[in-house]
């Protein structure tokens, strides 16, 4: 097994008003020698912003703001901007979040050249209702077998508004064009999926639709282990290697009385990362200690972001949704171990 590190809390919330219930899930960017934080900050309500902070080194923190770097803006993120990654592309940088209006949950893009000026591209995600998305499976067997189940159980109030969307979460991009494309994951429950497009204003309803008439040659991956069976997503942006892309995802498990949410890897291929070459078949980490077993949900690590040092790989990660905790491995491990388990 890959052996982790856990170094503990690295960001707790303050008396700060716009992160006085917590922070979790940090889109993470290493730059030289400093990592920078874009840390999903919640206050009272479960309203969420997106602070910042940014660390000498993984570990040591030396600036962080006062104030948060983005904020609702729009109808459709009324409620919350979350949960952001974040990458580099070309000499520029994609934050991709979570717009949250209470009631939709759906994934954005902004592009920044300078991590302080951010323009807003809006939902890059299909903006389909669950009435749709039903039509939709009924004329796809592999859709309605696959996700009949969390139509009927995980759509919020019942799936009776006709106004309520498909989520659509964990957007994150790979940090390079492949193939002269730009490819993303994205995560409608209980699975992964992937989009590869060449310019993204190809990103049209009529786009979608064909997409999830073909949404079997989308699915990256499903859940497959114990510890991930219920439902798995996006955790960090993926890392080249010359194995192929590294991924580290989290999983989700059902126990008495809620879930059980783990940090999870997998090897993807370098030049078509749309074929799975390995997954670990046991949990990288686990909630474990009593600040990631007991919060404002319980039972979980989630893995947002990643900075590497040498050979070392740092984990950023939300404990129990109320704090940022960090963990670390060596990479050149955690690759031996998946070539080992590959398909």
Avoid at 50 to 71: A, H, M, N, Q, W
Avoid at 265 to 271: C, E, G, K, V
Wanted: net charge negative; glycine share 6%; hydrophobic share 40%.
């Amino acid at each position: 097994m890959v052996k982790v590190h856990k170094h503990g809390i690295l960001l707790e919330k303050t008396s700060l008003l716009f992160e006085s219930e917590g922070v979790l899930n940090p889109a993470v960017i290493k730059e030289g020698n400093s990592v920078h934080l874009f840390y999903r900050a919640l206050h009272a309500g479960n309203h969420s912003t997106i602070g910042y902070c940014r660390l000498e080194g993984p570990l040591d923190i030396v600036e962080r703001s006062e104030k948060p770097i983005l904020t609702p803006m729009f109808y459709y993120d009324s409620q919350g901007v979350e949960d952001a990654r974040i990458v580099k592309i070309d000499g520029v940088y994609f934050l991709t979040f979570t717009a949250y209006d209470g009631r939709n949950a759906l994934g954005v893009l902004a592009t920044s050249t300078d991590l302080k000026k951010w323009i807003r591209h809006g939902i890059i995600v299909p903006q389909i209702t669950y009435e749709k998305f039903n039509e939709l499976a009924l004329v796809n067997s592999y859709l309605a077998e696959k996700y009949e189940y969390f139509y009927l159980r995980h759509n919020p109030r019942n799936k009776t508004e006709k106004s309520m969307l498909l989520w659509d979460k964990n957007v994150m991009f790979f940090p390079r064009k492949i193939n002269g494309q730009f490819v993303f994951l994205h995560r409608i429950l209980p699975e992964i999926q992937i989009v590869k497009v060449n310019e993204l204003h190809e990103l049209t309803p009529e786009y979608w639709h064909q997409y999830f008439l073909n949404i079997q040659q989308h699915i990256l991956l499903s859940p497959k282990y114990d510890h991930e069976i219920s439902y798995i997503g996006g955790g960090c942006p993926p890392i080249e290697t010359e194995a192929g892309w590294v991924m580290i995802y989290h999983g989700v498990h059902d126990v008495d009385g809620g879930h059980i949410y783990t940090a999870c890897a997998a090897l993807l291929d370098l030049d078509n990362p749309a074929i799975e070459l390995s997954r670990l078949p046991y949990a990288l980490f686990v909630p474990d200690v009593d600040w990631e077993l007991v919060g404002i949900v319980n039972n979980v690590v989630f893995p947002s972001g990643t900075a590497l040092f040498d050979d070392t790989l740092y984990i950023y990660y939300g404990a129990a949704d109320k704090l940022i905790g960090c963990a670390s491995l060596s990479l050149k491990e955690l690759v031996t171990e998946l070539v080992h388990y590959k398909i």
